[in-house]
T-cell receptor, first 111, second 113 residues
Framework: RKEVEQDPGPFNVPEGATVAFNCTYS??????FFWYRQDCRKEPKLLMS???SGNEDGRFTAQLNRASQYISLLIRDSKLSDSATYLC????????????FGKGNQVVVIP | NAGVTQTPKFQVLKTGQSMTLQCAQD?????MYWYRQDPGMGLRLIYY???????DKGEVPNGYNVSRLNKREFSLRLESAAPSQTSVYFC????????????FGSGTRLTVV
């Protein structure tokens, strides 16, 4: 089983709509979780960390479900500028310096 | 505040040529990483350096060597380039605490013909 799995999509979303997607991870000892955003032909950039209590940053909400070992990202009121690939990133366990990446969820916001 | 700087941004090599990709960070991060990204494959770890003076293999190390020159700099060398090494290469750095993510460089687009 892969460390981090994501449905690549694409997720075609009408402008103004809400889109949500999940990422599952295999290592139950994983401690830290992140969502990164990657635009076409650019480097990944940190979108937000994911905390146990969940967190929100403007139109973006991230949730963690440890029991089922998945994290989620929800984007409300989608903008054209939200079109990108969203990478799920997991720190497998403390002391391990290597982060595990999913292949990404591709979001295309349609006018 | 430059963050992570990679050079060159683009490179075309002939099969069998060698080259070194340079990476430097100015954030006083302990750990540095080299990834490659290919269509449909996601990011794959080539080598990483948890701290100055140490390097470790990642998922796809064959055909590459690395040098952690000092805390700031981490270079990736292709000794004899092959077409299979055509890819986008990203350098990244991290503080090495459990709750920190990566900062990426802007990437090097390498084509081997």
């Amino acid at each position: 089983r892969k460390e981090v799995e994501q449905d690549p999509g694409p997720f075609n979303v009408p402008e103004g709509a809400t889109v949500a997607f999940n990422c599952t991870y295999s290592n139950s000892a994983s401690q830290s979780f992140f969502w990164y955003r990657q635009d076409c032909r650019k480097e990944p950039k940190l979108l937000m960390s994911v905390y146990s209590s969940g967190n929100e940053d403007g139109r973006f909400t991230a949730q963690l479900n440890r029991a089922s070992q998945y994290i989620s990202l929800l984007i409300r009121d989608s903008k054209l500028s939200d079109s990108a690939t969203y990478l799920c990133v997991v720190v497998p366990d403390y002391g391990n310096n290597r982060l595990a990446f999913g292949k990404g969820n591709q979001v295309v916001v349609i006018p | 505040n430059a963050g992570v700087t990679q050079t060159p941004k683009f490179q075309v090599l002939k099969t069998g040529q060698s080259m070194t990709l340079q990476c430097a960070q100015d954030m006083n991060h302990n750990s540095m990483y080299w990834y490659r990204q290919d269509p449909g494959m996601g990011l794959r770890l080539i080598y990483y350096s948890a701290s100055e003076g140490t390097t470790d293999k990642g998922e796809v190390p064959n055909g590459y060597n690395v040098s952690r020159l000092n805390k700031r700099e981490f270079s990736l060398r292709l000794e004899s380039a092959a077409p299979s090494q055509t890819s986008v290469y990203f350098c990244a750095s991290r503080i090495s605490l459990g709750d920190s993510g990566y900062t990426f460089g802007s990437g090097t687009r390498l084509t081997v013909v």
